[in-house]
């Protein structure tokens, strides 16, 4: 379960910070060295992205990498996420945490 939420919270992290940046599952892919359909699986929390690819995923959206580890500490450690994070992910998107409400598998 907590790997679940882990996996699932750094995807969102992931896909709120392409986002922010304006980039497309493609472009990102490009810049870290990747498939797009590894892109779409970090994202949805499929697929774990090794530490040199979250390095290049975050060079590509020109944030740091302690940035988005800093996001997602406060994900496992409150059950939530900020709501920065949250703010800039899709309405539609099934399982979209709530903005302050705990996150539930």
Known sequence: MEQDFL????GAIIKSARLRKGLTQYQLADAAGVGR???QGVENG???AKISTLFHMANAMEVSPMVLIGELE???HTGK?????VENLPAKKIGRPQKNKAVSD
């Open 7 to 10: 996996c699932q919270s750094f």
């Open 37 to 39: 359909r590894f892109i």
């Open 81 to 85: 996420f900020p709501d920065s994070i």
């Open 74 to 76: 406060h994900a496992m």
């Open 46 to 48: 499929h697929h774990e």
